[in-house]
């Protein structure tokens, strides 16, 4: 039975529109304007309880609307979804104890708060017993090195020491599944290393099944042996990294006669990129 399962996934939304200017928001009042987006039309996968998964596609193609279905933001308006026998949403407040969800835009920390206050104020939320609190947050705080950072307030961090706490703050109450969602935006090189680093050991030792999606095509090629393509709120590809690789590299020497000698030595963004360009994607 898989850990996540999701069938048919269907949300639309409906987006108010308006002209620019003055003129333009006097005329939304009278006549308001609205065009429907249909953000994911039918979208079905299973995960395996361990599993780490790459999620990927262009800005828009329902990456993130995804994510905040499993986690329980969002209601789906069709289709079904299943995460360890639990409709996230109905069943929220159950859900989100037993979940880590990281945004890589937003934070779960408190802005004016140092960041082992904010630690503290997780585990009276999440109702962890201190000592095992006490145990999984000094192991966290190692494995990030995050020791200088605790009395620190988390608005002077750099992007980097915060997205690593952020991650911290997502295992205090030791979860089974972690939703990560563009975890190393704007980070610098030694700071992506180290939060790839501590995702697959991670899912690795402590095995924690790993939802990632990203932009950042080395996070995929480190992490990840599976990965889904979306597109047009649509399942483009769900295969291993080397099989669309090869899958990519294949199409275009049936359609070009080019590619030969390239086969698995194609850079993973090569592949994405010309992947997008075949289903008729955007680029990321």
């Known amino acids: 039975m898989p850990q996540i399962l999701v069938h048919d996934l269907r949300k639309t939304y409906r987006i108010h529109e308006r ?10 009042l009278v006549r308001p304007r609205h065009r429907t ?3 994911l039309q039918g979208v079905s996968f299973a995960l395996e309880r361990g599993e780490l998964l790459g999620f990927i596609g262009p800005n828009g193609a329902g990456k993130s609307t995804t994510i905040k279905i499993l986690s329980g933001i969002l209601r789906p308006d069709g289709g079904r979804v299943e995460v360890d026998g639990r409709d996230p949403f109905a069943d929220r407040q159950r859900h989100v104890g037993r979940i ?17 206050d904010g ?3 997780l585990r009276d939320l999440y109702r962890v017993d201190p000592l095992r609190f006490a145990r999984t947050r000094d192991e966290l705080v190692a494995m990030l090195s995050l020791e200088r950072l605790l009395d ?7 992007l980097g020491q915060r997205m690593r706490a952020e991650i911290a703050a997502a295992l ?4 089974e599944i972690l939703f990560l969602d563009e975890p190393t935006i704007g980070l610098d090189a030694p700071s992506k290393l180290a939060v790839r680093e501590f995702v697959l050991r991670a899912n690795r030792e402590r095995g924690t099944t790993v939802l990632l999606t990203t ?4 996070d995929i090629e480190a992490l990840a042996r ?24 294949a199409a275009q020497r049936d359609g070009t006669g080019e590619g030969e000698g390239e086969g698995q030595d194609m850079a993973i963004e090569a592949v994405i990129a010309r992947f997008y360009a075949m289903h008729g994607a955007s680029e990321v």
């Open 172 to 175: 205090l109450h030791e979860p």
């Open 215 to 218: 932009h950042d095509m080395h």
């Open 37 to 39: 987006v249909q953000a």
């Open 119 to 121: 630690f503290n104020l």
């Open 100 to 116: 880590g969800v990281v945004f890589g835009q937003r934070s779960q920390l408190w802005w004016d708060l140092p960041v082992g």
């Open 152 to 158: 620190q307030p988390v608005r002077q961090l750099s």
């Open 19 to 28: 002209d620019p200017g003055v003129m333009g928001a006097l005329r939304a």
């Open 226 to 249: 599976r990965v889904i393509v979306i597109g047009h709120g649509r399942v483009l590809a769900d295969c291993a990294v080397d099989a669309l690789r090869a899958q990519v590299v």
